[in-house]
């Protein structure tokens, strides 16, 4: 039983550069985001999917692009990679309509932006 | 302002000891409210819901307190398996959008 697959677990760019975070869950599950964990700071939603699709932004959208064509994979690309990118990014998915309960939670990517 | 905020710590607690704290939000509006635990360098899970009337699971205890617009967890003999990050976390409305705190740091020493 998989879960969320997430991948890469680690990446370095250089800045400038532009690259995709897999994103693969099995449960069926509706509702898929992504989120950034800084320092101090909490996890943050970047954007988020209620179905395939939908997608919508969440509180820091600047920098990134997400597509849903089906419900298994939601994945997340930086166009352009800056330092300030540079954080831990989660997947995650739940059913039926993300309301926090049973979060399911990938293994998180470690991106470091030169 | 953060919407939701929580002490950092670390609460250093003796193997057995009791440890409380708390997590306060700011939007009023706010739906429902969980615990998430984060150990070091891995993912969120979710540790438990948070009830109106409080809810136990084993030595966990949350309680919610809306009039003062904050959660809390404690913890009851507390195991060195329970060190780790405890996220509040609020959701706001219907869609999901959910507001993480950052953390509060427990470590249980033998």
Same mark, same amino acid.
């Given at each position: 039983?998989?879960?969320?697959?997430?991948?890469?677990? @680690?990446?370095? *760019? &250089?800045?400038?550069?532009?690259?995709?975070?897999? =994103?693969?869950?099995? %449960?069926?599950?509706?509702? %898929?985001?992504?989120? $950034?964990?800084?320092?101090? %700071?909490? /996890? $943050? *939603?970047?954007?988020?999917?209620?179905?395939?699709?939908?997608?919508?932004?969440?509180?820091?959208?600047?920098?990134?692009?997400?597509? $849903?064509?089906?419900?298994?994979? @939601?994945?997340? $690309?930086? /166009?352009?990679?800056?330092?300030?990118?540079?954080?831990?990014? @989660? =997947?995650?998915?739940?059913?039926?309509?993300?309301?926090?309960? &049973? /979060? @399911?939670?990938?293994?998180?990517?470690?991106?470091?932006? /030169? | 302002?953060?919407?939701?905020?929580?002490?950092? #710590?670390?609460?250093?607690?003796?193997?057995?000891?009791?440890?409380?704290?708390?997590?306060?939000?700011?939007? !009023?509006?706010?739906? !429902?409210?969980?615990?998430?635990?984060?150990?070091? +360098?891995?993912?969120?899970?979710?540790?438990? !819901?948070?009830?109106? !009337?409080?809810?136990?699971?084993?030595?966990?205890?949350?309680?919610?307190? +809306?009039?003062?617009?904050?959660?809390?967890?404690?913890? +009851?003999?507390?195991?060195?398996?329970?060190?780790?990050?405890?996220?509040?976390?609020?959701?706001?409305?219907?869609?999901?959008?959910?507001?993480? #705190?950052? #953390?509060?740091?427990?470590?249980?020493?033998?």
């Amino acid at each position: 039983n998989a879960g969320v697959t997430q991948t890469p677990k @680690f990446q370095v *760019l &250089k800045t400038g550069q532009s690259m995709t975070l897999q =994103c693969a869950q099995d %449960m069926n599950h509706e509702y %898929m985001s992504w989120y $950034r964990q800084d320092p101090g %700071m909490g /996890l $943050r *939603l970047i954007h988020y999917s209620v179905g395939a699709g939908i997608t919508d932004q969440g509180e820091v959208p600047n920098g990134y692009n997400v597509s $849903r064509s089906t419900t298994e994979d @939601f994945p997340l $690309r930086l /166009l352009s990679a800056a330092p300030s990118q540079t954080s831990v990014y @989660f =997947c995650a998915s739940s059913s039926p309509s993300g309301t926090g309960e &049973k /979060l @399911f939670f990938g293994s998180g990517t470690q991106l470091s932006v /030169l | 302002r953060k919407e939701v905020e929580q002490d950092p #710590g670390p609460f250093n607690v003796p193997e057995g000891a009791t440890v409380a704290f708390n997590c306060t939000y700011s939007n !009023s509006a706010s739906q !429902s409210f969980f615990w998430y635990r984060q150990d070091c +360098r891995k993912e969120p899970k979710l540790l438990m !819901s948070v009830y109106s !009337s409080g809810n136990e699971d084993g030595r966990f205890t949350a309680q919610l307190n +809306r009039a003062s617009q904050y959660i809390s967890l404690l913890i +009851r003999d507390s195991k060195l398996s329970d060190s780790a990050t405890y996220l509040c976390v609020v959701n706001e409305d219907s869609w999901g959008k959910l507001q993480f #705190g950052a #953390g509060t740091q427990v470590v249980v020493t033998p």
